[in-house]
């Protein structure tokens, strides 16, 4: 009689783990929008990045006489899709955070009081700002391309205003306590805000956030090259943002090179300190070692920055004719499109590890 008690309370215990189990892989939309955080527009960063690289070589190749004989044409197909995809995705992860906002505004408070999780609030407008430049239409009215400017820049100034502020302001947030790699995205959302309005021929206001943005951005390369208490802080799985060393002064590039009109020397010179710190990054391949041990969504800051590069090295190579400019041009935009195609497959094979609980410096979740 004992033995049969035994193995009918083991079955019971089996059967209320089983389903146990059954109710946690149910999927939740609360569960989606609690784990949705604003790092997640990387991706969304990386697509419209690597839409706008097509854009740029399918021009400069259709204009250049020196790789004529390489490429005839770069398929626009791929252009266009890469467009529509960069839209699609950038909507939905909109409307999710939208909604985030609107049902779990604790987390958002959470995450706007993050040291690293607020530099990511200026992901979706530059991946808005990136999708504007590289869009396959003309927008009929100028005053139309304006006002969707606006609408994504202010968003940006309004950030500059809580984070600048508060690095001379206030005694527990100075730069050298808070300062990490992705302070660098504050900084890239005001220099990408100025590349765009130079594009569009509005010089006061492109110098205007130019200058903010380049400023700013001596002020946190400095603090981070220091390596003072504070931007040694970035746990092993966010290291991919190192990259954004090189994101920056590549964007500073592109943007002065638009707004003075030629890819002039200081041009060159922010192109060649990119260079040098992606050169840098790419020899020391220990330190991305353990951040490469699981899939994470961090991996997509690999592919922005060097999109960033890559669009550099295609103006370089539009202003110094030879064939090493060419090269270098080549290897880094065929560099950005293989890390881009990699990191969409790894993507696509691990679409159950994309939200898992497995980002913990991250998790707002635990901190309510």
């Avoid at 530099?119 to 139309?144: D, K």
């Avoid at 330190?287 to 490469?292: G, L």
């Avoid at 969504?297 to 064939?323: D, M, N, R």
């Amino acid at each position: 009689m004992g033995e049969e008690v035994f193995e009918s309370t083991i079955k019971v215990t089996i059967s209320d783990d089983t389903m146990k189990l059954d109710v946690a892989k149910k999927p939740s939309s609360a569960s989606l929008l609690t784990k949705l955080h604003a790092g997640y527009f990387r991706i969304s960063l990386s697509l419209g990045g690597q839409a706008l690289l097509w854009k740029v070589l399918i021009e400069h190749l259709d204009k250049s006489k020196t790789l004529h004989h390489l490429f005839h044409t770069l398929p626009s197909t791929t252009f266009l899709l890469l467009w529509w995809i960069s839209l699609c995705t950038l909507i939905i992860l909109s409307f999710l955070y939208i909604l985030r906002c609107i049902f779990h505004f604790s987390l958002v408070k959470s995450e706007f009081l993050h040291p690293v999780g607020v530099n990511y609030l200026f992901a979706p407008w530059i991946s808005w700002l990136l999708l504007l430049q590289s869009a396959p239409f003309s927008i009929p009215h100028v005053g139309s391309c304006q006002v969707f400017w606006w609408i994504f820049v202010i968003p940006v100034g309004i950030l500059d205003v809580k984070i600048y502020g508060q690095w001379f302001t206030t005694e527990k947030r100075f730069l050298s306590m808070v300062a990490n790699p992705t302070s660098q995205l504050s900084v890239l959302g005001n220099l990408t805000g100025a590349w765009i309005a130079s594009k569009k021929e509005w010089k006061e206001s492109a110098v205007c956030i130019f200058t903010l943005g380049l400023t700013h951005y001596l002020v946190v390369f400095i603090t981070l090259y220091q390596r003072l208490s504070g931007s040694n802080s970035l746990p092993a799985m966010l290291r991919p943002s190192f990259f954004l060393f090189v994101a920056a002064p590549s964007m500073a590039s592109l943007a002065w090179a638009s707004i003075s009109g030629d890819f002039d020397m200081s041009c060159r010179m922010l192109f060649f300190l990119s260079l040098f710190l992606f050169t840098s990054l790419v020899c020391r391949p220990a330190i991305f070692k353990k951040s490469m041990k699981k899939f994470n969504v961090a991996w997509w800051s690999y592919s922005f920055p060097l999109t960033f590069l890559a669009l550099a090295s295609v103006q370089y190579a539009h202003q110094v004719k030879s064939p090493v400019s060419a090269g270098l041009m080549l290897l880094l935009s065929a560099l950005s499109v293989l890390v881009f195609v990699g990191l969409t497959v790894s993507t696509a094979l691990n679409l159950d590890m994309l939200l898992a609980d497995n980002d913990r410096y991250l998790n707002f979740t635990k901190r309510n």
